[in-house]
Structure formats: structure tokens, C-alpha cells
């Protein structure tokens, strides 16, 4: 099992940058593939991006190439989300989760954290 603790939202004007933590508890972190999904009011939760379980590959959602970084640091048992060039449209509760691979779908996770918000203001 595996526990997960987001940290690193906030508020941030259109054009900034925040650095998302996910930290993970136990022994077995780097056999986990991670990811991050987000989901705002009234919509779906959405793959943002995933990384394999020694980051050697990574993953992203389409209109979020560029802008966003996924990695992870598997001695602070910790995956990362940089976010860069905010937009009001990231505004969202940002989870990360575990499973056993990268998957789009938020079904395929077994494990998840409590989520952070991210609020972009324009």
C-alpha cells in the first residue's frame, strides 16, 4: 500500500508558475507508476500527466505539452508536477495517484492523494 500527501497549490496570476509535491509513505514507492489529474467544478477528472516508476518515461495530456514537467525523486519518495505559463483554465483540485501503469484513465489507479487547489487568476 501506499499513502499520498499533495502540498504546493495555491493562488498564482495568469503567467506564473507553481511546483506541485506528492509525497508518498512506505517502502515500495519507486514500483509505482504515478501520475497527475486534475479536475475542476462541474467536470470529469482529467489525466494531466504520468511518469514511469524510474521516470524514465514519461507522459502528458495534449493541450498540456510544454507548459507542465512531471518527475519524481524515488529516495524522497516524491513525485513533481512544474507547472509554467498558468492559465485561468488550469484552475483545478490537482491529485496525484499510483498504479501500475501510465494510464489516461482515472480507473486505473488504485491509490490517491487528497488533492491541492491550484486557482489561476487572469
Known amino acids: 500500500q501506499v499513502q499520498l500527501v499533495e502540498s504546493g497549490g495555491g493562488l498564482v496570476q495568469a503567467g506564473g508558475s507553481l511546483r506541485l509535491s506528492c509525497a508518498a509513505s512506505?517502502?515500495?514507492?519507486?514500483?509505482?507508476?504515478m501520475a497527475w489529474f486534475r479536475q475542476a467544478p462541474g467536470k470529469e477528472r482529467e489525466f494531466v500527466a504520468g511518469i514511469s516508476s524510474f521516470g524514465g518515461t514519461t507522459s502528458y495530456a495534449d493541450s498540456l505539452k510544454g507548459r507542465f514537467t512531471i518527475s519524481r525523486d524515488n529516495a524522497k519518495n516524491t513525485v513533481y508536477l512544474q507547472m509554467n505559463s498558468l492559465k485561468p483554465e488550469d484552475t483545478a483540485v490537482y491529485y496525484c495517484?499510483?498504479?501500475?501503469?501510465?494510464?489516461?484513465?482515472?480507473?486505473?489507479?488504485?491509490?490517491w492523494g487528497q488533492g491541492t487547489q491550484v486557482t489561476v487568476t487572469s
Open positions: 512506505g517502502r515500495t514507492f519507486s514500483h509505482y507508476f
Open positions: 495517484a499510483a498504479g501500475s501503469g501510465i494510464w489516461r484513465s482515472p480507473n486505473e489507479y488504485g491509490y
